[in-house]
């Protein structure tokens, strides 16, 4: 290297150097810095803060807590001068909170796909009469079921208010019979439920699709449905039993007498998973509560006819699935009447929604394609099943004559060797 290239180098390393050394430190977070260091008795939300989704978007502890992070003695830190608010009251979360998460222009620049309108949601809640006009601060505010330092988007499985973990969430209150003493609610329902269809497809084979209990009851406008919109709620995903059901004729009659429609007949938390039983005589009798156990009544007989068709309808599949089996088993190529058992199991599942209209005459139309279906697949599994047995007939007539030649030929064979 010359002196000239020397000399430029060496300059270049001093300006660097010294532009350094001159280069303002990065501010520290001093509340990070008491909080993890200097009080170890309240480090924890520090170490909760790194999984929760506010940080990840970098919104700092000064951001909600106000207060300035660069100052280094703490009552100029919790100074309210400097905007300090430090933890709020119970009664002050929701707007705490909605400062963000009400703010339009805010929540474009870092979530657009997020509501703005949960505070206002939230007033009309059960929770939220009781917060504001009751000042009832034992009930649910935003961090009760999202978490305080450690807020996890509602996707993520460790959320709180992830679809199977909510239902507990709901129960740490709601299940707390002490807790709940003063509010006259029953705390059986997470029990309840998790013994029910809606229970055992969320929480046992863990299907999000499945409702949990802010698909029923709401989330920030959370209150229990009134008996006229129970209807509405259910049929936000049985869409079509709601729309047989409200052109029946009992819908009038239950609006009339201010019945609590599907809930009557399936119940609320506890709902079974329906089947023919429900339109018999025996305890899961659902008719019956109503109606006369007599052929006298109408009710009852169309009841008993609705449960006519259908278990036709299901001792058919029954019976014609034990024939695709047994032709399977037998080594026949019965794949195609494998599809048709699907099309007749729809038969069954849409005959059953049917008896949502109450009219035994749709339900046994609808029936009769699957019984129709299910004459043919059985037609063709018995075809199967007599072709197996014509070729075993076929091959023990081969075999024999098979062995009869080699019985000749060995025969032959000694006649042959004894000349």
């Not at 599942?349 to 697949?377: N, P």
């Amino acid at each position: 290297m010359n002196l000239k290239s020397l000399l430029i180098t060496g300059s270049a390393l001093f300006f660097t150097v010294n532009f350094v050394r001159s280069a303002p430190a990065a501010a520290e977070n001093n509340c990070i810095l008491c909080h993890s260091r200097l009080m170890k008795k309240y480090s924890t939300p520090v170490e909760l803060y790194k999984q929760d989704i506010h940080d990840q978007a970098g919104i700092t502890c000064s951001d909600c807590h106000g207060g300035d992070p660069t100052l280094t003695e703490r009552h100029e830190r919790n100074d309210p001068a400097q905007g300090f608010l430090g933890a709020p009251a119970p009664q002050e979360i929701p707007s705490f909170c909605d400062r963000c998460h009400g703010n339009t222009q805010y929540m474009r620049s870092h979530n657009p796909s997020l509501p703005v309108d949960q505070l206002v949601k939230y007033r009309t809640s059960m929770h939220g009469k009781l917060l504001f006009e009751k000042r009832d601060t034992r009930v649910a505010n935003c961090v009760s079921c999202h978490g305080v330092h450690n807020i996890r988007p509602v996707k993520d499985p460790a959320s709180p208010v992830y679809p199977v973990n909510l239902p507990q969430t709901c129960a740490r209150c709601h299940s707390d019979k002490q807790y709940m003493a003063d509010y006259g609610i029953p705390t059986d329902q997470h029990e309840k439920f998790a013994s029910s269809v809606h229970g055992v497809a969320l929480l046992e084979k863990g299907d999000v699709a499945a409702p949990a209990c802010n698909d029923c009851h709401g989330n920030h406008g959370a209150i229990p449905p009134e008996v006229e919109h129970i209807s509405q709620v259910c049929g936000l995903c049985h869409a079509n039993n709601a729309k047989l059901y409200r052109g029946s004729f009992h819908a009038s009659i239950f609006e009339d007498l201010e019945t609590p429609e599907c809930e009557y007949c399936h119940s609320n938390h506890a709902i079974a998973h329906p089947d023919e039983s429900f339109l018999d005589t025996g305890e899961n009798a659902t008719c019956a509560t109503c109606h006369e156990q007599e052929e006298s009544d109408e009710g009852f007989a169309v009841s008993l006819r609705m449960k006519n068709v259908l278990d036709s309808l299901s001792y058919s599949i029954s019976s014609t699935t034990r024939l695709v089996e047994q032709a399977e088993q037998q080594g026949m190529e019965a794949s195609e009447l494998r599809f048709s058992l699907r099309d007749i199991r729809q038969s069954l599942i849409e005959a059953r929604t049917m008896v949502h209209s109450f009219d035994d005459d749709r339900v046994r139309e609808v029936a009769r394609t699957g019984i129709e279906l299910a004459q043919q697949v059985s037609a063709s599994a018995k075809g199967l099943l007599s072709e197996h047995r014509k070729r075993r007939w076929w091959l023990g007539g081969a075999t024999l004559v098979l062995l009869a030649l080699i019985l000749g030929v060995y025969l032959k064979l000694r006649e042959i060797e004894g000349r």
